[in-house]
């Protein structure tokens, strides 16, 4: 997991110094060699991805210039440390302790999550609100694509919504594995914390702007950057609204995916047909990206 961006590129490699630094633990050492039960709990993942992000981003920052950005939950934190609102060693710092109070929310109020496929969001959204009952919540969390959306809440209410979606036509519903019930009420407690490690840092202006994931709108000043963070906890991943957003504001530029895989991609494609977007997490890909023909 970024490895080999280390191994190539010196811009890479002082990006996972750094991070390691911060954080006073041997994160990309973990990312490397693993083991991986342990770098997938929330409070590694969360800064292993921002890192490889970032550690991407090093190398090719001076080709770019930024007309808006965006981030899916975690990666929002991304777009604020690429558009200079958030510096390195805070934005980790930040998102390890997201991580942490995230698990601390699961465990205080155990919740699930789970993928929808094949009906609007708009519609998994009203099923959700109308099968939430007796103390059991379920929302839709992400709405990541036109027909893909992610339900989260309390076992016993995704259970009844998981039923009502199928009887509603959807194609398939298919449980996550997470340890809690994340962009939903049962994270108020761990939204309360993030606020407070929010307010503990610099978090500055952002140069370019920021579609929230929250409100799917540009962000352009800190205050509102720092209130919209700690709301994304609860609230849905507006992405559908944000990718149509961050298309008009790029008013036809190229997108770039900075991290590891390509799933936002994928998911760009289906919501704004015909965008532009390359995927820039390995060293092969990067490399590629810095000698290609100008256009």
């Given at each position: 997991m970024?490895?080999?961006?280390?191994?190539?590129?010196p811009?890479a490699?002082?990006?996972?110094?750094?991070?390691?630094?911060a954080?006073?633990?041997?994160?990309s050492?973990?990312?490397w060699?693993?083991?991986?039960?342990?770098?997938?709990?929330?409070?590694n993942?969360?800064?292993?991805?921002?890192?490889?992000?970032?550690a991407?981003?090093?190398?090719v920052?001076?080709?770019?210039?930024?007309?808006?950005?965006?981030g899916?939950?975690?990666?929002?934190?991304?777009?604020?440390a690429?558009?200079?609102?958030?510096?390195?060693?805070?934005?980790?710092?930040?998102?390890?302790?997201?991580?942490?109070?995230?698990?601390?929310?699961?465990?205080?109020?155990?919740g699930?999550?789970?993928?929808v496929?094949?009906l609007?969001g708009?519609?998994v959204?009203?099923?959700?609100?109308?099968?939430?009952?007796?103390?059991?919540?379920?929302?839709?969390?992400?709405?990541?694509?036109?027909d893909?959306?992610v339900?989260?809440?309390?076992?016993?209410?995704?259970?009844?919504a998981?039923?009502?979606?199928?009887?509603?036509?959807?194609?398939?519903?298919?449980?996550?594995?997470v340890?809690?019930?994340?962009?939903?009420?049962?994270?108020?407690?761990?939204?309360?914390?993030?606020?407070?490690?929010?307010?503990a840092?610099?978090?500055?202006?952002?140069?370019?702007?920021?579609v929230?994931n929250?409100?799917a709108?540009?962000?352009?000043?800190?205050a509102?950057?720092?209130?919209?963070?700690?709301e994304?906890?609860?609230?849905?991943?507006?992405?559908?609204?944000?990718?149509?957003?961050?298309?008009a504001?790029a008013?036809?530029a190229?997108?770039l995916?900075?991290?590891p895989g390509?799933?936002?991609?994928?998911?760009?494609k289906?919501?704004?047909?015909?965008a532009?977007?390359?995927?820039?997490?390995?060293?092969d890909?990067v490399?590629a990206f810095?000698?290609?023909e100008p256009?």
């Amino acid at each position: 997991m970024g490895r080999d961006l280390a191994e190539r590129f010196p811009a890479a490699r002082a990006v996972f110094e750094q991070a390691d630094a911060a954080l006073d633990v041997p994160l990309s050492r973990l990312m490397w060699d693993g083991p991986e039960r342990e770098l997938t709990l929330t409070h590694n993942a969360q800064p292993a991805i921002l890192v490889h992000s970032l550690a991407a981003h090093a190398v090719v920052r001076d080709y770019l210039q930024p007309v808006a950005a965006a981030g899916h939950s975690l990666g929002e934190y991304t777009a604020y440390a690429v558009v200079g609102a958030l510096g390195l060693a805070d934005a980790v710092r930040l998102v390890r302790r997201r991580g942490e109070l995230m698990l601390e929310a699961g465990a205080r109020r155990p919740g699930t999550m789970a993928a929808v496929i094949g009906l609007p969001g708009e519609r998994v959204a009203e099923i959700c609100a109308a099968v939430s009952a007796n103390g059991a919540v379920v929302v839709a969390a992400n709405l990541n694509a036109p027909d893909q959306t992610v339900i989260s809440g309390d076992p016993a209410g995704v259970e009844r919504a998981a039923s009502a979606l199928t009887e509603a036509g959807a194609r398939r519903v298919l449980p996550l594995k997470v340890s809690g019930a994340f962009h939903s009420p049962l994270m108020a407690s761990a939204a309360d914390g993030l606020l407070a490690a929010l307010d503990a840092v610099a978090l500055g202006d952002p140069a370019a702007p920021v579609v929230a994931n929250a409100s799917a709108e540009p962000v352009r000043d800190g205050a509102s950057a720092r209130r919209l963070l700690a709301e994304q906890l609860i609230a849905p991943v507006r992405w559908v609204a944000s990718m149509q957003r961050a298309a008009a504001l790029a008013n036809g530029a190229p997108f770039l995916e900075l991290g590891p895989g390509a799933v936002l991609a994928g998911l760009l494609k289906r919501i704004v047909p015909g965008a532009t977007v390359t995927s820039l997490g390995t060293a092969d890909e990067v490399d590629a990206f810095l000698t290609r023909e100008p256009a």
